[in-house]
């Protein structure tokens, strides 16, 4: 059965950094592109960042280039999100999704998903 559970979200200021971790069970991890997505209060889900399975390319959403970095260990089945310079509508349920058709940002290209966890950013 495939888990992936993500973790690490949180109320933050404005201005400043989280972490988001995804961990993945009962998959070949390094089989599969992983993805973030995230979805704010009344609109609809969005990319954010991927990573092909072997980390050799990364792809952004315009509105977080240059903020947030993704990676991944393949050795430990683990993907994370590295967010700086947060802004309130960063807010929403970021959530782990991982593709077994590579690289991309359609939400189509992704079999497995996570959770969620709530990132808030607010003064």
């Known amino acids: 059965q495939v888990q992936l559970v993500e973790s690490g979200g949180e109320l933050v200021q404005p201005g400043g950094s989280l972490r988001l971790s995804c961990a993945a069970s009962g998959v070949t991890f390094r089989q599969y592109a992983m993805g973030w997505f995230r979805q704010a209060p009344g609109k609809e889900r969005e990319f954010v960042s991927g990573?092909?399975?072997?980390?050799?390319?990364?792809y952004y959403a315009h509105s977080v280039r240059g903020r947030f970095t993704i990676s991944r260990r393949n050795a430990e089945n683990m993907v994370y999100l590295e967010m700086n310079s947060l802004k309130p509508e960063d807010t929403a349920v970021y959530y782990c999704?991982?593709?077994?058709?590579?690289?991309?940002?359609?939400?189509?290209?992704?079999?497995?998903w996570g959770q969620g966890t709530q990132v808030t950013v607010s003064s």
């Open positions: 999704a991982a593709g077994y058709l590579g690289l991309g940002n359609e939400m189509a290209r992704y079999n497995f």
């Open positions: 990573i092909r399975w072997n980390g050799e390319a990364t």
